[in-house]
């Protein structure tokens, strides 16, 4: 008999959630980690990640999401921890642009609240941007963001108090099918297990080399600015946001403990990166493709750069997510909600995850992120 039931590779924000969801069931799990959990590396660092329900992406992730709510509620109670911050979210654009018409359309499908301004109210009510005329704000009370490092450490500390096994700094050779189970080849040993859910963010490719998908790991900057003038910062006037503009999607967060604002550029830069040799150091045309959007919307943040950090997006074609058997491989469930927004969304994940790797399928609808639509 296998050592373990499930065997959970990577333990990033997918895979703390899953070792989480499965030993709350009293599953025997183990999660195994490359480095030690919270690290800067991959996918799951930078303080904070925005959390809404109007989804500008597809409408079709609102019942996930709410379900993603509930699930961060029942964490916070468990672990009495905050890792949830309602700020509400201002997404500004032009009418037409793919932030406001998707926000709008979600938000109009599903019956979420929601406001709509217009430039001038927009500018009123939250006075740090400066935006162009013709543009709208839509402003959901439900959106704000989540802790990051804290999050994981909450779901991390909530498996181990089920019963969950966790080795850190043990590298996953690979994950193969063997009979009826799996064998998974780490640094410090075999395990095995009967099935393996591989959540290894932007290494995923590389442990599974014959996943059918064209995933694109690419570099990201989050940079943190002291304002120049702290008063459109306070926290009833500058919510978490997303801004979409003639310089692309900027997103921001109301400032943290340091006073400094969090501003990134959602899809930063588009080259490829290796999750082993990125350049990690900031320079000052990354710094550019943020400043520009301060300079133009935002100018009271366009102070001295804080803090910066670069992160790895690991994207698909059409920006949704990888959650699916690997062909080939029945026993084993491969793990990519990311293309720059699954954060969010990973306690439902780790729900989705647990169901099949322990009973083969879900409730949920998860047909949006079948492997079989890249065939
Ligand atoms: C800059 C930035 C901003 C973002 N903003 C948002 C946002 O506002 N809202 C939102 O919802 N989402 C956001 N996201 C996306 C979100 O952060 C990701 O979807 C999420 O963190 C992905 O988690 P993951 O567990 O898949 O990957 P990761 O966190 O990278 O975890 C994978 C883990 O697997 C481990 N691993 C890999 N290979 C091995 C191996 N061989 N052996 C052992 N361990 C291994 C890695 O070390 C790593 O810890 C953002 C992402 C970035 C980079």
């Not at 590779?9 to 969801?21: E, I, R």
Request: hydrophobic share 45%.
């Amino acid at each position: 008999m296998p050592q373990f039931d499930v065997v959970v590779v990577g333990l990033g924000a997918m895979g703390s959630a899953a070792l989480h969801q499965l030993a709350r069931r009293g599953v025997r799990a183990i999660g195994i980690e490359q480095f030690t959990p919270g690290h800067d590396r991959g996918s799951s660092h930078g303080e904070s990640r925005i959390i809404r329900l109007g989804y500008f992406e597809h409408p079709s992730y609102v019942p996930l999401l709410r379900r993603t709510y509930a699930l961060w509620r029942e964490l916070e109670a468990q672990s009495a921890a905050k890792l949830v911050h309602i700020t509400g979210i201002a997404e500004i654009g032009p009418p037409d642009g793919e932030v406001v018409t998707g926000t709008l359309a979600a938000s109009r499908l599903h019956g979420l609240p929601h406001e709509v301004m217009d430039a001038a109210e927009c500018m009123r009510r939250f006075p740090a941007f400066k935006i162009p005329a013709d543009y709208v704000g839509v402003f959901q009370p439900d959106g704000g963001f989540v802790a990051v490092e804290p999050a994981i450490a909450a779901m991390i500390a909530q498996a181990q108090a089920c019963g969950a096994e966790i080795q850190t700094n043990i590298v996953v050779r690979s994950v193969t099918q063997q009979g009826n189970a799996v064998r998974v080849e780490t640094s410090a040993g075999a395990i095995e297990a009967r099935t393996a859910i591989v959540a290894a963010g932007p290494w995923l490719k590389r442990l599974t080399p014959a996943l059918p998908a064209p995933l694109r790991v690419t570099r990201q900057v989050q940079a943190w600015f002291a304002p120049l003038d702290p008063a459109p910062f306070a926290s009833s006037r500058f919510p978490v946001f997303l801004l979409e503009s003639a310089h692309g999607v900027h997103y921001g967060f109301p400032p943290s403990g340091s006073g400094a604002v969090k501003i990134a550029k959602h899809h930063h830069r588009d080259e490829t990166a290796d999750p082993d040799r990125v350049d990690r150091a900031v320079t000052e045309a990354d710094e550019a493709l943020i400043r520009v959007a301060l300079r133009d919307h935002i100018p009271a943040a366009n102070g001295p750069l804080a803090a910066a950090k670069t992160c790895l997006y690991t994207v698909t074609p059409d920006r949704d997510f990888i959650i699916d058997r690997l062909p080939g491989a029945p026993n084993v469930f491969v793990a990519s909600p990311c293309s720059g927004h699954g954060f969010k969304f990973a306690p439902a994940i780790g729900e989705i995850l647990a169901d099949l790797a322990t009973g083969g399928g879900t409730g949920h609808d998860i047909s949006r992120f079948r492997l079989s639509r890249f065939s």
